[in-house]
């Protein structure tokens, strides 16, 4: 069964067909607030649905803004090849990701975002199997084919004409069996240079924009550990740290400000 679980895929499905169709009759424009979107979507791993739902009761609802997700868990902006991811060997991707990959135009086209936010990264850090050979960010050719592979990523998210919102990913510490060594994600320099591609793509697209999160979250008081903010060392909770909604929001305000 290629399915991470039967129940998530259901609830995928479900999430999808309730999106209702956006036409262009509908707003782009949230009720009041011409600086801010009427839809922002946030895509990627598990954390763009922790960052979508802590921007909903933090933000979004309380503006007019329709903040929805479709979260990939455990899947990055590649190609799905063979993956080692926390330890765990797979042949085409994580299991899961290609119908959420697949899922992805549709979701855009219905719900037609003004603005994208792209969170995540921890499989896109992982070893991939490339020509035959294991490599990781950091390898030049690994690097050269993630640069082009989150090229297109970019292209995907942003078909509706929505601006692209990249977040770069703090480092993750995760719990794991006593004795064990880190997982080969948790290396620091490996998302050091995942951030400084995001960087780099950012920089040739004119409808992307790169949002340092990792760098605000290091710099706060508690550090990119901080229990009560990422309690199991990677997630982000939201609703413990309104300093980083609004870095958030101020990051939406001014991708809105290119789109029509």
């Known amino acids: ?41 946030s895509v990627g791993d598990s954390q763009s649905l922790f960052v979508s739902l802590g921007l909903s009761s933090m933000w979004a609802d309380e503006r007019g803004v329709t903040s929805e997700y479709l979260a990939g868990v455990g899947c990055g902006s590649t190609e799905l090849i063979p993956v080692r991811y926390l330890g765990e060997e797979h042949d085409a991707g994580r299991p899961g990701c290609r119908e959420w990959r697949d899922a992805l135009d549709e979701f855009i086209a219905k719900f037609r975002p003004q603005v994208v936010i792209i969170a995540g990264g921890f499989a896109d850090v992982a070893d991939h199997q490339l020509d035959g050979v294991w490599q990781h960010v950091g390898d030049p050719e690994y690097d050269a084919w993630l640069h082009d592979q989150m090229i297109e990523f970019a292209h995907t998210v942003a078909s509706s004409g929505a601006h692209v919102v990249w977040l770069t990913s703090a480092d993750i510490r995760l719990p794991h069996p006593d004795g064990s060594d880190p997982y080969p994600e948790e290396d620091p320099a490996r998302m050091d240079r995942y951030n400084a591609i995001i960087t780099q793509v950012a920089a040739e697209l004119d409808f992307v924009d790169v949002a340092d999160l990792a760098s605000f979250v290091q710099a706060r008081p508690g550090g990119q550990f901080d229990e009560e903010f990422r309690p199991d060392g990677a997630h982000m909770h939201l609703e413990t740290a309104p300093d980083v909604v609004e870095f958030l929001v101020a990051a939406i305000v001014e991708a809105t400000r290119f789109v029509p």
């Open 1 to 41: 069964d290629r399915f991470l679980d039967g129940d998530a895929l259901r609830a995928q499905r479900e999430h999808l067909a309730s999106i209702e169709q956006v036409t262009d009759l509908d707003p782009t424009r949230a009720p009041g607030d011409d600086s801010l979107p009427a839809r922002v979507l």
